[in-house]
């Protein structure tokens, strides 16, 4: 069984679909909304759908809602859900939970399928990147407080999920539908959000993936250098 955990900010069209989705799944034990400081009806839809429900009192962000559900979480392994992405059935819950719930792997991701079918036979070469993913707690603690923020999150999970055993696995999840920030708040409000998105993926992947790496491969050749000397 899975703690599910939906971080919600003004997600009131599409957190009740969301909500009703996931309970057609025989892996998810609870569901939590995590209400980011709406100042719509998301709160109100949740608790209207019987689920655990927690209100931030103001926006904090997507890492800091998700930190709060996995406080409040009662099961060792995790759903992370996007309020705005639809299209769950039980099926495809499965496929992303079970991975996971099994022990294959620390993280699966379910990527959406791209309108652009091409690009999905190239998604090795791109970050993985979206909301919705399967993961152990443990993997989350591993993650430092600090990379939990925002949209960095997603690629701090995926970085630090290579130092499992089992490491992440992502596949295609075809049917899911995300509601783009251009849609929900305008096109120049919804450019801003993309734009701030775009600049905390470059920000924590040349953090982790440069910066990170070689600090560790220097520990790692200090290491080997000390462990020689003393023989």
Not at 161 to 178: D, E, I, Q, R
Not at 189 to 204: C, V
Request: with cysteine; net charge positive; hydrophobic share 40%.
């Amino acid at each position: 069984m899975v703690t599910a955990i939906i971080p919600a900010y003004n997600e009131e069209e599409t957190v009740g679909e969301v909500i009703a989705s996931l309970k057609k799944s025989s892996l998810i034990g609870e569901i939590i909304v995590v209400d980011d400081g709406s100042s719509d009806g998301t709160a109100r839809i949740a608790k209207n759908s019987g689920v655990k429900v927690i209100m931030l009192p103001k926006n904090c962000g997507k890492g800091v809602a998700l930190a709060h559900g996995v406080e409040n979480s009662k099961f060792k392994n995790l759903f992370f859900a996007d309020a705005d992405v639809t299209g769950f059935t039980a099926e495809k819950l499965d496929q992303i939970i079970r991975p996971v719930d099994s022990g294959e792997c620390v993280m699966y991701v379910g990527i959406l399928a791209r309108k652009v079918i091409i690009l999905n036979k190239y998604l090795h070469y791109f970050p993985i990147l979206g909301g919705t993913r399967a993961l152990t707690k443990t993997l989350w603690l591993s993650v430092p407080a600090k990379h939990k923020n925002d949209f960095k999150t997603e690629i701090a999970l995926n970085y630090y999920s290579h130092k499992f055993a089992g490491g992440p696995k992502f596949g295609l999840v075809p049917g899911l539908t995300h509601h783009i920030k251009e849609k929900k708040y305008g096109l120049l409000l919804g450019l801003i959000y993309r734009l701030s998105m775009i600049f905390d993926i470059l920000a924590i992947s040349l953090e982790l993936y440069i910066f990170q790496k070689l600090k560790e491969e220097i520990y790692s050749t200090k290491g080997l250098s000390s462990q020689r000397k003393a023989r």
